[in-house]
């Protein structure tokens, strides 16, 4: 059997200390892996697996061999990590050369070395789902203190990955309020530039701005910053 790298408590302990506001959702997943991939005896490859709908990938892994494994799941819409992540429980194949479930998908495994596998399903944000996929290069990898030590990975894994999901959606939908403010405010100065130049009012200066995006094929808050850029370089001539 393959023995850990990093203590699995150690392991739990590093999870807990990665900071959502230094850390991306890709970096997070990455580290979940890696971390995984360390403190689960008898592992040799790790990969994380997130369904939406009915969009699967394969958000990190720390060898091609995982990967492959997955993405042939996915792409005969079977196996133990799509099973899993759908029931959200573990599901054991300890020996590839017996494996009745998924036999194809268990020849193609040994054909690159992986003799057992474990995937444990991973709850994480409302209609995101996924697993943890543990590959083994013997049969009966994983003992039940190994399956013990995975499965309670996966359930801190699953927190951590739910905190940083929801971190990271709030964080786009900030920025996209940003965003929008940024454009109403270069908006308002267009307005406001061309109800000086035509002494117009504000109905008909949003007007003149929506006519020159149509006709343009540019949006408004484009047509407006462009508005603003020139006034700026007027003044400045």
Known sequence: MT????DPADALAELGRIRLDETSLDEMLRRIAELANRSVPGTRDVSVTLVRGRANWTAAFTGDVACQLDEWQYEQHRGPCLDASASG????VPEMAAEQRWPEWAARARAVGVESSLS??????GSVVGTLNVHGAAANAFDPAAIAIAERFAAYAAVALA?????DSAATLAEQMREAMRGRAVIEQAKGIIIGERRCSPEEAFALLSKISQDTNRK???VAKALVNQAVRRTRA
């Open 3 to 6: 023995q850990p790298t990093v």
């Open 220 to 222: 408004v808050r484009d």
């Open 89 to 92: 429980d573990s599901i054991s």
């Open 163 to 167: 905190n940083a999901h929801l971190y």
């Open 120 to 125: 444990i399903g991973l709850p994480i944000q």
